[in-house]
């Protein structure tokens, strides 16, 4: 059994609740037991604790995010510590890329990061994609440490609750990884929630719209945003027009609908829409969730990230087109 360390940003949480669920199989199975700073019981030393698991643990995931780079105990501390036992080949450190952020050049730039090429979880399909990649990422690496493996003991500093010998090693305070509770979210994080997919789906066309016109010689492209809640795009193929959409976000006016709207006759007058998209929640996180009037619209999974919701709206564009 692998000892797996997750160092993580407390901003990121909700994020690491949500890896976690995807490792509970492993540790059913009895791969791997996982420990971050919830473990700690009270009236335990913080610092020591956590240096202790660091030093016993097999694999360390490091959750990379903004919030974590920015994280003076995280970055100075952590992670530092988990790149030495690397360096040193007492253990296996595997950045995980939660979100969109300048990592490359970080002491762990060098190493295989997952989900593959780096690419964020939040900027997965689904933060599902992102997570299963994790995860078969973490049963590769514990598979790679024998059963019999013992503790290591760099710089002689041993766990004293935890044998030295040759050993299963177990976590020191045997408690469930199921310790998340679910939240109930506010309309003003939902709403807020929508606008920012809007505005990143908006993002995401333009720049999309511009590399494909950049990649055919013989299509043409146009995107103008009508105002902060409306854009609308269309592709010319050899000057005839091929394709049109319009997509605009709502919070409320529309049937007292709240939600992202798509047509292939653009904006008009709102009331006519080919799809559309709500805001909804797992208990935990804030998804995108197509209604599936069309049938080019995501397949697999009924919660999206922003990156799923602007590429299920783009097919249904793109496919007018060929």
Not at 233 to 249: D, F, H, L, M
Request: glycine fraction near 8%; hydrophobic fraction near 35%.
């Amino acid at each position: 059994m692998a000892i797996v360390f997750m160092s993580y940003s407390h901003a990121d949480e909700q994020l690491r609740n949500e890896l976690e669920k995807h490792l509970e199989s492993l540790r059913r199975q009895g791969v791997i037991s996982i420990w971050h700073d919830h473990r700690i019981e009270p009236g335990e030393e913080l610092h020591q604790q956590i240096t202790a698991e660091l030093q016993t643990a097999n694999i360390i995931l490091l959750l990379v995010s903004a919030h974590f780079l920015s994280s003076d105990y995280c970055y100075d501390t952590e992670m530092s510590h988990a790149m030495e036992r690397h360096e040193l080949g007492e253990a296996r450190v595997i950045p995980v890329i939660l979100r969109p952020c300048d990592w490359q050049e970080a002491p762990f730039g060098k190493l295989m990061a997952v989900p593959k090429n780096g690419k964020p979880v939040t900027k997965q399909a689904t933060l599902d994609d992102g997570f299963v990649q994790v995860a078969k990422a973490v049963r590769q690496a514990a598979q790679s440490f024998p059963n019999d493996a013992p503790i290591p003991a760099s710089q002689g500093h041993i766990r004293s609750h935890i044998a030295t010998t040759q050993t299963t090693p177990f976590p020191s305070i045997p408690q469930s990884g199921n310790l998340s509770v679910p939240k109930e979210f506010t309309d003003r994080e939902r709403d807020a929630f929508l606008t920012q997919a809007f505005e990143y789906i908006a993002r995401y066309f333009e720049n999309s719209l511009e590399e494909l016109q950049s990649r055919n010689e013989h299509v043409e492209t146009e995107f103008r945003q009508i105002d902060a809640n409306r854009f609308e795009a269309a592709g010319y193929v050899s000057g005839r027009e091929q394709s049109r959409c319009g997509i605009w976000v709502t919070l409320g006016s529309t049937w007292g609908v709240k939600g992202v709207f798509f047509s292939h006759a653009g904006v008009g007058d709102g009331n006519s829409y080919n799809e559309s998209m709500s805001v909804g929640d797992n208990g935990f996180t804030l998804h995108l969730e197509p209604i599936g009037f069309s049938h080019l619209s995501h397949q697999g999974s009924g919660a999206l990230t922003f990156e799923g919701a602007a590429e299920c709206y783009w097919t249904l564009f793109v496919e007018q087109l060929r």
